[in-house]
């Protein structure tokens, strides 16, 4: 699509469903949904803070919020909406798949395998 403008690439799930199902990977994984290494993460973070100052939990409550509404409403607004006129897609290659299946590797390592953090 070559462009960042979010608004500009809408309805991506019918002109490439496949690339919409490694985006919604991606985009639970970074909502720190179990068993992703997001979540422990989270929780230390969060832990931590509580432990630090106990009025820093409302504010380390809020910014998880935030962040997990913004990520939700910027897949939505790519992946469901009507696709433009303008838009042209040329068909996904292996490579972009190859490219996210080792990207998405790690992170399966990593959950099936915790213990690799310590």
Do not use: C, D
């Not at 939505?76 to 996210?100: A, F």
């Amino acid at each position: 699509t070559h462009t960042r403008t979010l608004l500009t690439i809408r309805g991506l799930q019918t002109i490439i469903p496949l690339m919409t199902t490694w985006w919604l990977i991606a985009s639970l994984s970074n909502l720190g949904l179990p068993p992703s290494i997001n979540l422990f993460g989270e929780l230390m973070i969060i832990s931590s803070m509580f432990y630090w100052a106990k009025t820093t939990i409302a504010l380390t409550g809020l910014t998880t919020l935030i962040t997990a509404t913004y990520t939700l409403y910027v897949f939505l607004t790519t992946q469901r909406n009507k696709t433009p006129n303008h838009l042209i897609t040329t068909p996904n290659h292996t490579r972009e798949h190859l490219l996210m299946a080792l990207h998405s590797m790690p992170l399966g390592l990593l959950i099936t395998h915790p213990n690799l953090l310590f």
